[in-house]
Each structure stands twice: as structure tokens, then as C-alpha cells.
């Protein structure tokens, strides 16, 4: 039997979510910050602070398991002649929407994936977290129920296709040529933390490997947590739901092993304990995801298979996580933002009128 055809069976979804919960842990244990192996979100956030989007100097650092994931979705999709560039469907609105998504995100302080993966650390203010995410997507579904589309993407060249992996491949090779200085926080290109979270991480080639593994197993499988959360409101299906539990058990088991499992809401690593914000931050990036038709993960390894849709999204939530730490609407473990709430109205407002004006039904 083919490979893709096990990984998209149930038992592979649930086999790939074990995988990505495990090598989370792991992550984590080799010096990623807590709670924390992998999360695209902050990842993403700590790429933009490396390239100087943003100058929070506490979260720079060119993360190698995003470009992984690219590129690990990216030689799957061809091994198993699934690359299919495509685009073209209603890139403005893509990128809007990933611009906040990522800014719903930062106020929770994690993607769906962070936020399954802090449950599996004990930390309890993810609960609210995840409620604001199914809630997010639950308001996502209406839209969908009544006709909501970004309308259909068309066959583009494959140079096209190629576009974002050969970025995930360039961001490696800077990473390469321009290494940490010692101490400093700049190698002459790129920008590193040398405190707080940008600082804490996995040696390079373990995150890549990770990353990769990620990537092709995750684009056969098509693990999603926010599609997780749609097929079963929409459908009451639970294939991919069960790659999620998986996720979540074997990274809470992987944490007992490690002694990386601390349960409660304070002092929890990276993250607050402002309840209805961390709801709501989620509940912003649930309907941005939900309307874009994937969580942050999906995304990426969409692009790596071609989607140029896909990578707009993603270049949507790089630009949110420069937004957010520049006009302070981030959060940190103190709390919101200064603009955060803000932020997150202005968002909701946004995602909710794109939702009502992009249904084919019309008004």
C-alpha cells in the first residue's frame, strides 16, 4: 500500500498527530521555549524579528522548522505527484485574513497547534484558548453554511508553484551564511534574540529534520486542526479530530516522561492568564482560519504543494506578527498589549464583513 493512502487513512491521521505531539515534546526538551516545540504563529513571529520586520528584540530568531515544514511538504507532494500549483482565489482577502490571524494569535500567545500542545503541558489557561478557537470556527461555519467562498483557484505554472519553497530554502541558506556572532544579536543580515523565548532553541539541524519529517507526513496525512474542528461541527466527522486527541496524548505523555508536565494557570511559560482575552484572541484567529479554509500548519504545507493562495496566507500572518510587535498589539506574560483589544475588535469586525460579503449567495 502507498504511503499517502496509510497516512490519510484514520489510523495515519492519528499516527501523524502522535508524531507531531512527540517531536514537539522532544523540541522542547533540546531548547525551545516552553510549552513551545513547535507553534507556526510564534515561529513565524520570531522569522519576521529575525528579517527586521519587527525590532521586539526578545522574539528574533529565523526558526528552521517553518522552512522545513515548506519543504517537507514540498518533496512529499512531488514523490507522491501531488504538486499542483495553483492560485488566484481572492489573494487580498487571504492575506487580510492571515494578517489577523496572526494578531488573534499573539494576544492568545499561540496557534492551534501551541494551544493543544500548552494543554499538554498543564497549562490551564489554554482551555480558554481552545474555546475561543471552536467558537472562532463554529462562526466560521454559519458563513459556510450560507454560501461562503474565496471563489476557485486556478492551474498556475509551476514556477509559480515553486516560489515558496525556493523562500524556505533561501531562508535556510541565510541562516547558513549568516550565523549568530557569538553573543550579539545580529550577524550582519539577520537579527537573533539573545534573551527571552528568540533565544531558546533546538540545534539547527534537529529543527530542520523536524521539520521536514513534519511537513511530508502532515501534507499526506493533511492534519489540521481548524478543519479538525469544521469537518466535526459541519459533518460530525472525526477523521481528522483524531489526529488532534493524538496530539495532545502523546505530547501530554511524552512531557510526564520528560518532566516538562506542570499543571495550573500561573507561571505558565509564555503565556498570561487573562482569560477572556485568550479566548478571544483565539476566537479571532478560529474565524480568520476558518474562512482562509486552514490553520496556520495546513497553510504552509498548502504552500509547499503549490498553493500560491496558501503562501499569500502565510505572508498575511509574517506581516500580522510585524504589525503586532511593532504598533504593540502582541501580548506578553504580563498580560495584553496596549492595543491588543483593539486590535482583536477591529479583527473580529473585519473577518465577520468578510464572512457576510463573500458568500455566492449574495446579500
Known amino acids: 500500500m502507498r504511503m499517502n493512502n496509510v497516512l490519510a487513512t484514520r489510523w495515519g491521521v492519528i499516527g501523524a498527530g502522535a508524531v507531531i505531539g512527540v517531536l514537539a515534546a522532544l523540541l522542547q526538551k533540546l531548547g525551545n521555549p516552553?510549552?513551545?516545540?513547535?507553534?507556526?504563529a510564534c515561529f513565524e513571529r520570531d522569522i519576521a524579528g529575525a528579517l527586521g520586520l519587527h525590532r521586539a528584540d526578545v522574539v528574533q530568531y529565523l526558526r528552521p522548522e517553518i522552512p522545513g515544514f515548506v519543504l517537507g511538504a514540498f518533496l512529499a507532494a512531488l514523490l507522491f505527484r501531488e504538486f499542483r500549483p495553483r492560485a488566484g482565489s481572492a489573494p487580498i482577502v487571504r492575506f487580510i485574513l492571515g494578517a489577523f490571524a496572526m494578531i488573534g494569535a499573539l494576544v492568545f500567545l499561540g496557534c492551534p497547534w501551541r494551544a493543544m500542545l500548552?494543554?499538554?503541558?498543564?497549562?490551564?489557561?489554554?482551555?480558554?484558548?481552545?474555546?475561543?478557537?471552536?467558537?472562532?470556527?463554529?462562526v466560521g461555519t454559519l458563513f459556510l453554511k450560507n454560501g461562503y467562498t474565496l471563489g476557485r483557484a486556478q492551474a498556475a505554472s509551476k514556477t509559480a508553484g515553486v516560489i515558496m519553497p525556493l523562500m524556505a530554502l533561501g531562508s535556510l541558506l541565510l541562516m547558513f551564511i549568516y550565523p549568530q556572532i557569538q553573543e550579539e544579536g545580529i550577524s550582519g543580515v539577520l537579527f537573533y534574540s539573545t534573551k527571552g523565548?528568540?533565544?531558546?532553541?533546538?540545534?539547527?539541524?534537529?529543527?530542520?529534520?523536524?521539520?521536514?519529517?513534519?511537513?511530508?507526513?502532515a501534507q499526506q496525512s493533511r492534519f489540521c486542526t481548524m478543519?479538525?474542528?469544521?469537518?466535526?461541527?459541519?459533518?460530525?466527522q472525526t477523521h481528522l479530530l483524531?489526529?488532534?486527541?493524538?496530539?495532545?496524548?502523546?505530547?501530554?505523555?511524552?512531557?510526564?516522561?520528560?518532566g516538562q508536565f506542570s499543571p495550573g494557570f500561573i507561571g505558565q511559560p509564555v503565556a498570561h492568564s487573562m482569560h477572556f482575552w485568550n479566548f478571544a484572541g483565539m476566537a479571532l484567529a478560529g474565524l480568520a482560519f476558518s474562512l482562509a479554509g486552514?490553520?496556520?500548519?495546513?497553510?504552509?504545507?498548502?504552500?509547499?504543494?503549490?498553493?500560491?493562495?496558501?503562501?499569500?496566507?502565510?505572508?498575511?500572518?509574517?506581516?500580522?506578527?510585524?504589525?503586532?510587535?511593532?504598533?504593540?498589539?502582541?501580548?506578553?506574560p504580563s498580560g495584553i498589549g496596549p492595543l491588543g483589544a483593539t486590535a482583536v475588535g477591529i479583527g473580529l469586525v473585519v473577518c465577520l464583513l468578510i464572512g457576510w460579503g463573500m458568500r455566492a449567495r449574495g446579500i
Request: aromatic letters at 6%; one cysteine or more.
Open 34 to 40: 516552553g510549552n513551545m516545540g513547535i507553534c507556526v
Open 118 to 138: 500548552r494543554l499538554a503541558g498543564g497549562d490551564l489557561n489554554a482551555v480558554l484558548g481552545i474555546a475561543g478557537l471552536v467558537f472562532g470556527v463554529w
Open 197 to 217: 523565548p528568540g533565544s531558546m532553541h533546538a540545534p539547527l539541524l534537529v529543527s530542520l529534520a523536524t521539520g521536514l519529517v513534519v511537513g511530508g507526513i
Open 227 to 236: 478543519g479538525a474542528l469544521r469537518d466535526l461541527i459541519l459533518f460530525g
Open 242 to 258: 483524531g489526529g488532534v486527541i493524538a496530539l495532545v496524548l502523546s505530547a501530554s505523555l511524552a512531557n510526564l516522561v520528560f
Open 294 to 332: 486552514g490553520c496556520p500548519g495546513r497553510q504552509l504545507f498548502l504552500s509547499g504543494e503549490g498553493d500560491g493562495d496558501a503562501a499569500v496566507f502565510v505572508i498575511g500572518m509574517v506581516s500580522g506578527a510585524a504589525f503586532a510587535h511593532n504598533f504593540g498589539l502582541a501580548s506578553s
